[in-house]
C-alpha cells in the first residue's frame, strides 16, 4: 500500500529534550515536507526536500533540522525544543519533484512540549 | 507577499446546498493552486487544483474558479452532503530556482447538516 509514515504518533516530552520524529514513504518519491498545523494558523511549511541531499527552508524552520541521507527518509530534528513547537506535525512527499503534482501526507505527529 | 488568505473561517450549509470556500494570494509567482481536504484525526488530502492557465477546473461536485486578475480562487461544492463535512485548506506554490514552497491558507471548516 502506498503510504507515507510517521512515528511516533504521540510524543510529549519536556523543554531541552532532544527528538526526532521519523517520516517514511514507499512512492519512490522526490519531494517530501514538513508541515506544523496550528489552530487558526493553518498548515505552515517547515522544511522541504528536493531530492537524497537536497533541502531547504519553508516559512518557520528556527528550531528544527531536517536530513535526507536516504530518497524515502525525512526525518524531523527538534535538538531543543521548546513549548512554543507544541503542535501537530505532518510529513508529506510527492513525485516527481515539484509543487504541481498530489502531495500525499502522513497521519500526523501530536508533540506536546511541556 | 507570501500570504494566501481564506475565508470564510466556518461554514454551514443544508444538505444539498452550495458550498464556497475564498482564498485570495498576492504573489503572481504562486502558479499551483491546490484544494486539500482533511477529517478530524487524519492528514490533508488532495482534493482538486487548477494552474493559472485555466479560469475554472470542475472534477465531480467540485469546482475550482480562478480568478488571475483579481488574484482569487475559490472552491465550490455543489449539492454539499453530510460526509463532505470537513476542514478544507487552499494553498498556492510557486517555483523559485527550481524548488518549491508551499503555502495554505487557515482552513475552513465546514458543516453540512443533514
Known amino acids: 500500500e502506498a503510504q507515507v509514515t510517521q512515528n511516533p504518533r504521540y510524543l510529549i516530552t519536556v523543554t531541552g529534550k532532544k527528538l526526532t520524529v521519523t517520516c517514511s514513504q514507499n512512492?519512490?518519491?522526490?519531494?517530501m515536507s514538513w508541515y506544523r498545523q496550528d489552530p487558526g494558523l493553518g498548515l505552515r511549511q517547515i522544511y522541504y526536500s528536493m531530492n537524497v541531499e537536497v533541502t531547504d527552508k519553508g516559512d518557520v524552520p528556527e528550531g528544527y533540522k531536517v536530513s535526507r541521507k536516504e530518497k524515502r527518509n525525512f526525518p524531523l530534528i527538534l535538538e531543543s525544543p521548546s513549548p512554543n513547537q507544541t503542535s501537530l506535525y505532518f510529513c508529506a512527499s510527492s513525485f516527481p519533484a515539484g509543487g504541481t503534482d498530489t502531495q500525499y501526507f502522513g497521519p500526523g505527529t501530536r508533540l506536546t512540549v511541556l | 507577499q507570501q500570504q494566501v488568505k481564506q475565508s470564510p473561517q466556518s461554514l454551514i450549509v443544508q444538505k444539498g446546498g452550495i458550498s464556497i470556500i475564498n482564498c485570495a494570494y498576492e504573489n503572481t509567482a504562486f502558479d499551483y493552486f491546490p484544494w486539500y481536504q482533511q477529517f478530524p484525526g487524519k492528514g490533508p488530502a488532495l482534493l482538486i487544483a487548477?494552474?493559472?492557465?485555466?479560469s475554472e477546473k470542475k472534477e465531480g461536485r467540485f469546482t475550482i474558479s480562478f480568478n488571475k486578475s483579481a488574484k482569487q480562487f475559490s472552491l465550490h461544492i455543489m449539492d454539499s452532503q453530510p460526509g463532505d463535512s470537513a476542514t478544507y485548506f487552499c494553498a498556492a506554490s510557486k517555483s523559485t530556482s527550481g524548488t518549491y514552497k508551499y503555502i495554505f491558507g487557515t482552513g475552513t471548516r465546514l458543516k453540512v447538516l443533514a
Open positions: 487548477i494552474r493559472p492557465d485555466v
Open positions: 512512492m519512490n518519491h522526490e519531494y
